[in-house]
């Protein structure tokens, strides 16, 4: 059963935006959105949509910058074929690991 607007001097026939039906002008609502609705359509805005982020801070309070890369030579013997790569292995230099 549609809604069948009368005839009110001065008024004028419109449509709502979201279902389409057609209404007074008088009848229908502003929404948050912007859009023209009669009173089934009409909702109030969400209040999630006006909460606002609480900033974060991110940095530490203290820091030191990163120590230098410290580098131990090793020396080795490999005298097995297949597990040094050549080049590597030094003859005549003591073998610590």
Do not use: N
């Given at each position: 059963?549609?809604?069948?607007?009368?005839?009110?001097?001065?008024?004028?026939?419109?449509?709502?935006?979201?279902c389409g039906k057609e209404?007074?002008?008088?009848?229908?609502?502003?929404?948050?959105?912007?859009?023209?609705?009669?009173?089934?359509?009409?909702?109030?805005?969400?209040?999630?949509?006006?909460?606002?982020?609480?900033?974060?801070?991110?940095?530490?309070?203290?820091?030191?910058?990163?120590?230098?890369?410290?580098?131990?030579?090793?020396?080795?013997?490999?005298?097995?074929?297949?597990?040094?790569?050549?080049?590597?292995?030094?003859?005549?230099?003591?073998?610590?690991?």
């Open positions: 059963m549609a809604h069948t607007p009368h005839y009110v001097k001065g008024e004028w026939k419109v449509l709502c935006d979201s209404f007074l002008a008088s009848e229908l609502r502003q929404r948050w959105d912007g859009f023209m609705v009669c009173t089934r359509d009409w909702e109030p805005r969400q209040p999630q949509d006006f909460v606002r982020g609480v900033a974060d801070q991110q940095a530490v309070p203290w820091s030191r910058p990163e120590p230098s890369d410290v580098f131990i030579p090793v020396y080795s013997r490999c005298a097995v074929a297949g597990i040094c790569a050549a080049g590597i292995a030094v003859t005549g230099v003591p073998s610590y690991v």
